[in-house]
Structures are given as C-alpha cells and as structure tokens.
C-alpha cells in the first residue's frame, strides 16, 4: 500500500536533499562531504548550499576535478573509520572511477572477510531534459546494479530523496543515491527532522486491478500520469514506486501481479540492457502463472542522448509511451 507521508510543510526536491545531508552531518560526528564545487558554489545544482558556512570546511570539502581521486578517498576514508558523502557531478562520471567502485569499494568487505565497513554513501545525477548533450545526460544505473556489494536506490520525491539520503548513510555498505535532473523542482511533503526511508522496499503509489506498472525514478511521475489518462479507456493501473534498484523489492511486484495479471516496467535508461530487462525476467520466472500476457518494456531508444531540445524531447520516455504500451497489452492497439 502507499506509505503515509504527512507533513506540515512541502519542499522541494533539491531543498530535500539538503536537508538529507544536513540530518547526516548533524547525527554523525564523522560524516562529512567531498566533491567538485559543493562548498562556495553549493554545488552545480545548489543542493549543499548553506553547509559550508554551518560545518566549515573540514567538512564540506571542494575536490580537484577528479573523480577517481574523490572515490579513492571515500573507500579509504571509509575503511578507517569515517562516513564520506561523495558527490559525482553527473552519473557519466562513473566512468572516470570504475575501477575504484567495481574493483575497490564493492569487493572491499568481501576480501577482507567482513572486517572491513564500508559505509561510504554516493550522490549522483542522472538523467535527460536539461540539454546537457550525451556525456551529461545518462541514466546509468545498471552499471552499478550488476556489481554485487553495492546498493542503489532512485528517489522520485521529495520525502524519499531526503528519507532514503538518511539510509545511505546509516548503512555500513556502500550506496549510490542517483537523483534526477528534472525531478529538482517538483515539490511534496517532507517531514522535519531524520527519517529513513527503508532501502529495498518498493511503494504502492496507487492501486489498480488491470495492470501494473513498476517505474524508477523520474519515470514514477509519468507513470502516474499515464495511469490517470487510461482510466478515459477504462484501464485501472496499479503504479509501484520501485525506488530501490539493488536490492529490488520482488516480492511487491510479484503480490501486484498475482492480482492484475499484467506488468510493464519503466526506467529512463535504455531500453536494452536496462534494469527493466532484470524485473522483466524476475516476473516471468516467478509470476509467470499470474500473467495473461507478457511483460511490456518501456525505455529510451539505443542511442545516445540527443542534445537538440526537441529530439531529447522525442528521445525520453514520457506519460504517452507508457499509455501507448499499456493499451497494446490490454486492448491490442497503439
């Protein structure tokens, strides 16, 4: 079911994630946040403004322009004792780092035989619309799903980007926060205050009995959107919040199935390769008996991320292709 998420104020996306840092520097004497540009600039998206001037800078700290470098530092402050927030610019600067996320901070704990915690939390932006081009744009969050020993979650709201930055940073493994571009100024309820929002728990965000759609990220807005617009064909859509990547809630997915007998899964990322590939299979092997057709896949195309506004416009899964997928597995037509 959907979760409660009363409060007597609503904030914006990006104003929740500076609250969700703050709420760990407070509570953790031994946390503190490296990156490019996040102490005077307040980063490039404006989400650690304030924290320099309240933490000084032996907390909030401005890197060199290097990626590898602000991750080694994380697994090795890590390892002796700290609680880092690192900040990757943008998620296509995975790749300047790989090796020290693939090879170092998710087999870490592993090789050393659990002696070693690792409770370094990594925030990063994801995602298309902002005609940042094809190196500033990708969604890449299978990348890190496919490397056991780390966790990735996608908050779509305000509440879960605050409630799930909180959990990050109370975990003593690493976990990758991958916000999104678009979502910064869309506005909800967040509490004062610490919360946590449970990593690997999925949200019922509505209920339905004709299908399920399992959305990640920004696309959990469209899905709701779409769900609205199918009910004028008489199509009663269940959305679930995957919010989590790694670990993945299986088990909602398949309690939603059982009932509508119908699934489609949604991200932001292309199509092939993608996460929904993973969930898609999931279902089949373990729902497989609850489903009268088979599993939808909506993503972008393979290609990469257009620069020009409106071929990015036509590039990003929207409320529309959501609907025009629904309807192909419910009535047969586009």
């Known amino acids: 079911m959907a979760e409660a998420q009363t409060a007597e104020r609503e904030l914006p996306y990006v104003a929740a994630i500076t609250e969700g840092v703050r709420e760990v520097l407070l509570e953790q004497p031994n946390a503190f946040v490296a990156g490019e540009d996040i102490g005077q600039a307040g980063s490039v998206f404006g989400y650690y403004r304030g924290l320099l001037d309240e933490f000084g800078g032996d907390r909030v700290i401005d890197t060199p322009i290097s990626e590898k470098g602000i991750m080694g530092l994380g697994v090795g402050a890590s390892a002796t004792g700290c609680r880092p927030i690192l900040d990757i610019m943008f998620m296509d600067f995975l790749g300047e780092c790989m090796d020290e996320v693939a090879n170092q901070m998710a087999k870490m704990r592993f090789m050393f035989g659990g002696a070693a915690t690792l409770p370094v939390t990594v925030l990063t ?168 057709a088979p599993v939808g896949r909506v993503g972008a195309p393979f290609s990469p991320v257009p620069y020009s506004p409106a071929l990015e416009r036509a590039y990003m899964p929207n409320a529309e292709t959501i609907a025009t997928e629904v309807r192909r597995l419910i009535l047969g037509r586009d």
């Open 125 to 292: 932006m994801s995602g298309a619309g902002m005609s940042l081009a094809a190196q500033h744009s990708q969604s890449l969050e299978a990348w890190l799903a496919h490397l056991p020993g780390v966790k990735v979650v996608m908050p779509a709201t305000p509440y879960d980007a605050k409630g799930l930055i909180i959990a990050a940073a109370r975990e003593d493994n690493p976990v990758f926060v991958c916000l999104n571009k678009l979502s910064l100024a869309i506005s909800g309820p967040v509490p004062e205050g610490a919360y946590e929002v449970p990593i690997g728990e999925a949200n019922v965000l509505k209920s339905g009995t004709n299908l399920t759609i399992v959305a990640f990220g920004r696309m959990v807005h469209e899905a709701m959107t779409a769900a609205k617009e199918l009910e004028a064909d008489g199509i009663d859509a269940e959305v679930i919040d995957a919010r989590s990547v790694q670990p993945f809630d299986t088990e909602t997915v398949v309690n939603s199935i059982e009932k509508t007998h119908r699934a489609v899964v949604v991200h932001e990322a292309v199509r092939f390769g993608g996460i929904g590939g993973e969930v898609a299979a999931q279902i089949q092997e373990l729902a497989f008996d609850y489903l009268d």
